[in-house]
Structure formats: structure tokens, C-alpha cells
T-cell receptor, first 117, second 113 residues
């Protein structure tokens, strides 16, 4: 099985624009979570989707939104970008990993690095 | 609120020395505990996890961690550091498998030759 994939890997936007990031989970995983990583705030949970429904949500403003499709692929959208949105955005899918060694847990993709100018 | 504290934002060891990275969590309910490693410009790779059962957990790359409920700790150790272990390490907790992970602030491990 392939791992979690995220596109694009790097992105540069300007303030006020919007951006959409994509995540494809490990085959068979139905849950996808998103995290924001910044030097100041560390790793923070954004939201989790399971079977196309948002199951859990972190403390981020409404500018941050997401969705999940019937094939479990997920997108997150950030509208009206601010400088502080510059971060590494990580997607994780939950289930048994590709090797099967760790059992059911969250597996992370390589992330999308967003720079807002 | 649940939280995770990693003592020491930077730890430096010599190659071949013991690695000890500290993690404490706050919870009245036994959580699921994880250690992840992050190499520069990469995502998080799972090293090991504790769910139930044996409190000494062995992970990949020679790492292990011991869950001590009385101390609310889950420290990560490796008997002999290798240069390739230089990375950032994150301790995380969740209260349902596959659910929201709460991360510590991370510990950057440097390995000196």
C-alpha cells in the first residue's frame, strides 16, 4: 500500500487569497485528520473527517474548513489568508499502516508547506 | 484540559551514548501514548505507541518507551545513539485510537560524533 500523500508539497500565496490542500489517505483508511505545525504553536489539531463527516474540530477560526470525499480523499481550505497561516500542514489517516507492524494508529503524510506573503 | 509536556526543547548526546527524551502527560484517564520522529522537511513517522498491556514498548530503530502510570510519564530511550537519530521527537496522547492527537512541543535531538 502507498502511504499518505499530500499535494502540493510547497505553496506560496499572498494575504487575502485562499488555498486548497489535498490529502489522499492510505488505502482502506476512512479517517483523515489535519494538523498545523508552526515554530511558535507547535502541532495543533485542525479537524478530523470520517466517512465524509466532520467528527472532531480544533480551535481554529472559520476560515479553515475541510471536506472528505466518498473515496476518503480530503481537502482543506483556508480563505482570506493571513501571514500567520504560514505553516506546515500535515494530514494523517487512521487505520492499520502499510507494514502492519504498528496496528491501528495515525499515519502522517509529508505535509504541505504554505508560505503567505 | 489534557496536555503533554516534553522536558527539554534541545537534547545533545554523543554518538554511542544513551538517549533519554522525557514526556509527561496530564490525565485522570489512561491515554494512548505515542512517540513520533520528524526529520527536516518531512512529515511525522511513528516510532512506537502504548495502548494497553505491557508497559515497556519497543519501537522501530532501537527505541523503546515505558509507560509509568504513577508518574504520568512515557519517556523515550535508546541505549546507543546513532548520527542518523538526529531529528525532532514528539510525544503525543489521545483518548481514543485514531482520534485527535495532542502533541508536546517537541525535543530536538543532536548527536555529536
Amino acid at each position: 500500500k502507498a502511504g499518505v500523500t499530500q499535494t502540493p508539497r510547497y505553496l506560496i500565496k499572498t494575504r487575502g487569497q485562499q488555498v486548497t490542500l489535498s490529502c489522499s489517505p492510505i488505502s482502506g483508511h476512512r479517517s483523515v485528520s489535519w494538523y498545523q505545525q508552526t515554530p511558535g504553536q507547535g502541532l495543533q489539531f485542525l479537524f478530523e473527517y470520517f466517512s465524509e463527516t466532520q467528527r472532531n474540530k480544533g480551535n481554529f477560526p472559520g476560515r479553515f474548513s475541510g471536506r472528505q470525499f466518498s473515496n476518503s480523499r480530503s481537502e482543506m481550505n483556508v480563505s482570506t489568508l493571513e501571514l500567520g497561516d504560514s505553516a506546515l500542514y500535515l494530514c494523517a489517516s487512521s487505520g492499520v499502516g502499510t507494514s502492519g507492524l504498528m496496528g491501528e494508529t495515525q499515519y502522517f503524510g509529508p505535509g504541505t508547506r504554505l508560505l503567505v506573503l | 484540559a489534557q496536555s503533554v509536556t516534553q522536558l527539554g526543547s534541545h537534547v545533545s548526546v554523543s554518538e554511542g551514548a544513551l538517549v533519554l527524551l522525557r514526556c509527561n502527560y496530564s490525565s485522570s484517564v489512561p491515554p494512548y501514548l505515542f512517540w513520533y520522529v520528524q526529520y527536516p522537511n518531512q512529515g511525522l513517522q511513528l516510532l512506537l505507541k502504548y495502548t494497553t498491556g505491557a508497559t515497556l514498548v519497543k519501537g522501530i530503530n532501537g527505541f523503546e518507551a515505558e509507560f509509568k502510570k504513577s508518574e504520568t510519564s512515557f519517556h523515550l530511550t535508546k541505549p546507543s545513539a546513532h548520527m542518523s537519530d538526529a531529528a525532532e521527537y514528539f510525544c503525543a496522547v489521545t483518548y481514543n485510537q485514531g482520534g485527535k492527537l495532542i502533541f508536546g512541543q517537541g525535543t530536538e535531538l543532536s548527536v555529536k560524533p
